[in-house]
């Protein structure tokens, strides 16, 4: 105790070199809690947005690129599934649901999602959740719009609301299916998965206003006016969707039904399991995951022999002040330790200011994460490695100040009450 | 030894090096308890060596110190260390404090270091009070840090240190060399009054002879110092 008080003084009457030396090794732990935590989280956030689903089906196509388009919204789909064969998978006698999808509309940036209200009962996401809703209800009339939690509260929309869906994706879309206005039923309850970032309609509805389209282009004089296709809504199918995500009875039939369905010979279909894909995909990113992993080591390293550096330059203007020690009675091995409760204190406070910065840029960094990839991520405690990672760190700090601390105890032999050079 | 004697040095033979000459080699050299003694010498001539040995930083290549029945050069460093921060108050030459610390932490840094003299203080915050007021370093002082006193009054505040838990022994390496004659002849008062009400021996380093009446005993260390004779 006698030794951390007197560590902790002598630390704060070289504060101005302390704090810089604490800074840059908390700058360095906050980059490896941060590259650590969004990496769990973010992977998290991916895993948690289908927990549910058993399959997901689409055209023939990579399956990384099927599950990032129909449930992430990343990237476009190349290809769509024939309503014939949606039934055939929907009929399957091992399918217990299916969630048809139809993309390729938008709002004010926000994806829109064509489907039934099979979505409403059967999608599950994170600890197999139920979604619900905050405000309203699902589909009744024709025209109504369900929005997910983030697109209501960005937007400022409320149940009742009337707004126009636009023709493609992106933010500016030169056509708009304004002559379909449709009315808010529904605002979801927040989900922290990309549900948040999308507007649902009915496929019946999304049938309707693309009736008269072709080639993403609207044909003067066709299509349906609103009141007619309210009066047509059952006959309102899709020729094809985009896909379908599946649930089973049995997950033991799953690779029964992957295979089944993969080896469809009247189309081309993919049918991945959305666990098994997002480890492929972890696969492709974990090369760059490993870099940045290694990048933020390297710094940490860096960070502590900045720490190394200050304590060895200041170990030859501090010769005097051991010298004092040794003469009122501290032994060489008090002087060394001295200096490794130093190098511990100012480790501690590093990796301490570091999971606080981290902490703190997470919070800052999350509604990027949610913009982008419909995730939501926030600021959680290390978990039980990291922390082991955080003590090998501080372990590291006090192995490194060993250093400076041997050549102080040599020295306190050699000095005595005088300073020898 | 005689009952009366504090430390005696018994063919004292110690080099900084092996195959270095021999900086100290005294034939013999003691100290009475309460006894305040001058020791002279031009620099370079050993002094500050021979009080490394006395304070148990180094150890002698041969022969014998006994310090207050306890034979120092048997003991291993560990335990001579643990002696000095039981038995001797020092008192350097100049940046005699850790800049650091106020003055007070300053007095009572020997009792961090020995539960004896922490013992022996009592209180060890109002026995370095008690010092502070004695050596006559102002109150409004005491809480500054070291590195804010004038010369004179850090090294009053280094004779409190030296003196708190009341050491046998009070050695002091040329104290007074960075002080103008008024405050060295002040501060000497202020020692030796302070020493004498702790009951301690006091050895006291310097090159200045002029202060040598002062002192029960003036010893030349050239005198005595074969070494020193030798070069």
């Excluded at chain 1, 972890?282 to 200050?310: H, K, P, S």
């Excluded at chain 2, 840094?109 to 050596?135: D, T, Y």
């Excluded at chain 2, 009951?199 to 020193?228: C, K, M, W, Y």
Aim: hydrophobic residues 50%.
């Amino acid at each position: 105790m006698n030794l951390l008080a007197l560590a902790w003084h002598s630390l704060l009457n070289r504060r101005f070199t302390v704090v810089m030396t604490v800074v840059t090794i908390a700058l360095s732990i906050a980059l490896l809690v941060m590259v650590e935590q969004l990496r769990t989280e973010v992977r998290e956030g991916f895993y948690r947005s289908v927990s549910g689903t058993d399959l997901i089906v689409g055209a023939r196509t990579a399956p990384v690129q099927l599950l990032l388009y129909s449930v992430f919204g990343l990237g476009s789909p190349t290809n769509n599934v024939s309503w014939s064969s949606y039934r055939m998978v929907a009929d399957h006698r091992s399918v217990a649901w299916t969630i048809p999808i139809s993309l390729g509309d938008s709002h004010q940036g926000y994806r829109v999602t064509g489907t039934t209200d099979a979505f409403f009962e059967h999608f599950r996401y994170g600890d197999s959740q139920a979604l619900g809703f905050r405000e309203g209800r699902a589909f009744d009339d024709l025209y109504d719009v369900v929005v997910g939690y983030q697109v209501a509260r960005k937007l400022g929309y409320a149940v009742g609301d009337r707004i126009a869906i636009a023709h493609g994706g992106g933010n500016v879309s030169l056509h708009e299916h304004d002559d379909h206005p449709f009315s808010i039923s529904g605002v979801l309850a927040p989900t922290g998965t990309p549900v948040d970032q999308s507007l649902y309609i009915s496929l019946a509805a999304y049938e309707a206003i693309h009736t008269g389209w072709r080639g993403g282009v609207h044909r003067p004089g066709s299509g349906l006016a609103p009141d007619e296709a309210r009066q047509q809504r059952e006959q309102l199918v899709p020729e094809a969707i985009t896909a379908t995500l599946v649930g089973l009875h049995t997950r033991a039939a799953v690779f029964g039904l992957q295979r089944e369905l993969n080896d469809y010979a009247p189309e081309a279909l993919t049918a991945i399991m959305p666990g098994i894909t997002l480890q492929q995909l972890w696969r492709i990113t974990g090369v760059a995951e490993q870099v940045l992993r290694i990048v933020a080591a390297l710094v940490v390293i860096t960070g502590l022999l900045g720490m190394l550096t200050v304590l060895m330059t200041t170990l030859n203007e501090r010769r005097r002040e051991m010298a004092i020690l040794r003469a009122n009675g501290a032994r060489p091995w008090q002087i060394a330790a001295l200096l490794v409760f130093e190098a511990g204190l100012i480790t501690v406070a590093g990796i301490v200011l570091g999971v606080l910065i981290a902490v703190g840029s997470l919070v800052l960094a999350a509604p990027w994460v949610l913009d982008t990839f419909g995730l939501a991520v926030g600021p959680s405690l290390p978990e039980a490695w990291q922390l082991g990672v955080l003590g090998l760190i501080a372990l590291a700090g006090l192995l490194v100040a060993l250093v400076p601390a041997t050549m102080a105890y040599r020295r306190t032999l050699t000095d005595g009450m005088q300073v020898r050079t | 030894m005689p009952a009366d004697q504090l430390l005696e040095l018994r063919d004292l033979r110690f080099a900084w090096r092996r195959d270095h000459a021999d900086v100290i080699a005294l034939d013999a050299f003691s100290l009475k308890a309460g006894e305040r003694v001058f020791l002279y010498g031009p620099s370079g001539s050993g002094k500050s060596t021979l009080l490394a040995l006395i304070a148990g930083l180094a150890r002698p290549d041969r022969g014998g110190i006994r310090f207050a029945g306890t034979q120092l050069e048997a003991l291993r460093g560990p335990a001579r260390d643990r002696f000095r921060a039981d038995h001797v108050g020092v008192i350097f030459q100049q940046f005699n404090l850790l800049p650091w610390l106020d003055v007070l932490g300053n007095v009572i840094l020997p009792c961090r270091f020995s539960r004896l003299r922490a013992e022996r203080a009592g209180s060890v915050q109002q026995s370095a009070r008690q010092l502070l007021a004695a050596m006559d370093l102002d109150q409004a002082m005491w809480s500054r840090k070291a590195g804010d006193l004038s010369v004179g009054q850090q090294q009053r505040a280094a004779a409190a240190r030296a003196l708190i838990g009341a050491p046998e022994l009070v050695l002091a390496d040329e104290p007074t060399s960075a002080l103008d004659s008024d405050r060295r002849d002040a501060f000497l008062g202020l020692l030796f009054e302070q020493v004498a009400s702790a009951g301690a021996t006091l050895l006291f380093v310097s090159h200045d002879t002029a202060l040598a009446d002062r002192f029960d005993r003036q010893v030349s260390l050239p005198e005595i110092n074969l070494a020193g004779q030798a070069a």
